[in-house]
């Protein structure tokens, strides 16, 4: 298990052009390298600090690559009309506001919350390396992006962790029975160390992520039946229907026969995350993609030496993707896999760019006099 620091970012601001991979569509195709040269260039556009930008640049491009494009690069639109209209505020520094034992209290001063939840797993993983355990509250941070990202990287350190966030906000999923948005979407992640490959859940506690909408919304596709609704309570497969006033809303995961799981899980991390971290709920003051986080590491190897953990880890694994398979099912997969097959398959052919994102992007980098002459159109 690598106990050492993870470098992951790419050089901060530069300008390179990095060759086009093959298109297998009408739509652009960008590959790793040029996800994160888009996403840094219009970044450093919109002034940004070099640093800053590169990682949020890093959590997009990533997000793409593992199959998660709803906390891709389509989200810059989102994030420049934050910073234009002051929700996000570049340079907002990280303050340790208390800490204590395995505690620390953060506040992210509206930076990116990509940024403060990054500084935030660094100084968790410091502490729990001391005490054994850690848990880090981060308040008046803005989204910070796909929560599977630092669950990996935390398990790459050979910590188990968990990971949660809510939106002060009003939200956009409905409590089970409503139908009005009260609750966010508030995912989940956990995460375990594996010699096999990490243990990855990420999840909502609604049916479904709202960025998912928003990609089907920008690809012309409507959405599976149970995830939302729209502003008159009636059942809809039309993402229009969640954005259109009167607003909808998505369903909480589970649906309308089992959503009040859902609906519960949400309602604690709006506890955990929201109350406990000082971010509060109910607030109308923060934009939606206001983040209230909570994250908890466990040093795996103050808990019982590696290799018992590696053995049982082992034949769990084996214990799970054994089992006698239903007709049809070809093979039993694990909270994680899903993602680094499409990282290794997008690593090799690209991403597909929805033409109304790429619309959108172009139009965003012209407002910043950003050229993307270097990307395939």
Not at 19 to 45: D, H, Y
Not at 340 to 360: F, H, M, S
Request: with cysteine; aromatic share 6%.
């Amino acid at each position: 298990m690598n106990r050492g620091v993870t470098t992951r970012f790419a050089s901060a601001c530069s300008t390179f052009i990095v060759s086009p991979v093959e298109k297998t569509s009408s739509m652009p195709v960008l590959n790793q390298s040029q996800l994160f040269e888009l996403a840094n260039r219009i970044l450093c556009g919109a002034g940004i600090p070099p640093e800053d930008a590169k990682i949020v640049a890093q959590e997009l491009s990533d997000a793409n690559i593992v199959g998660h494009d709803s906390h891709g690069v389509m989200r810059l639109m989102q994030y420049i009309d934050f910073v234009r209209d002051g929700h996000v505020k570049p340079n907002g520094e990280f303050e340790i506001v208390k800490q204590g034992g395995a505690f620390a209290i953060i506040d992210g001063h509206f930076n990116f919350g990509q940024v403060t939840a990054r500084k935030g797993l660094a100084l968790g993983i410091e502490i729990a390396r001391t005490a054994g355990t850690a848990t880090v509250m981060m308040r008046n941070c803005n989204h910070i992006g796909r929560l599977g990202a630092y669950t990996h990287d935390a398990a790459e350190e050979g910590f188990a962790a968990m990971m949660s966030v809510n939106a002060p906000g009003p939200g956009g999923v409905a409590p089970f029975g409503g139908m009005e948005r009260r609750l966010g979407t508030n995912p989940i992640s956990m995460s375990a160390p594996s010699l096999n490959g990490h243990l990855v859940l990420d999840m909502t506690t609604s049916a479904t992520a709202e960025g998912k909408l928003r990609v089907a919304k920008q690809s012309g596709q409507s959405v599976p039946e149970g995830m939302i609704i729209d502003g008159h309570g009636n059942p809809s497969t039309d993402p229009n229907a969640y954005y259109d006033k009167p607003f909808g809303s998505i369903l909480p995961l589970g649906g309308p026969l089992l959503g009040h799981k859902g609906s519960g899980l949400s309602v604690m991390v709006d506890v955990f995350c929201g109350m406990l971290s000082g971010s509060g709920v109910c607030r109308t003051d923060l934009p939606r993609g206001a983040n209230g986080v909570w994250l908890y590491l466990i040093d795996v190897e103050q808990f019982l030496s590696q290799d018992e953990y590696d053995q049982w880890m082992s034949q769990y694994v084996s214990h799970i993707k054994d089992c006698p398979r239903l007709p049809g099912v070809d093979e039993i997969l694990l909270p994680g896999e899903i993602e680094e097959r499409r990282k290794v398959e997008r690593q090799a052919n690209g991403v597909n760019i929805p033409d109304e994102t790429w619309r959108q992007l172009k139009e965003l980098a012209a407002t910043l006099n950003v050229s993307l002459t270097a990307f395939p159109d």
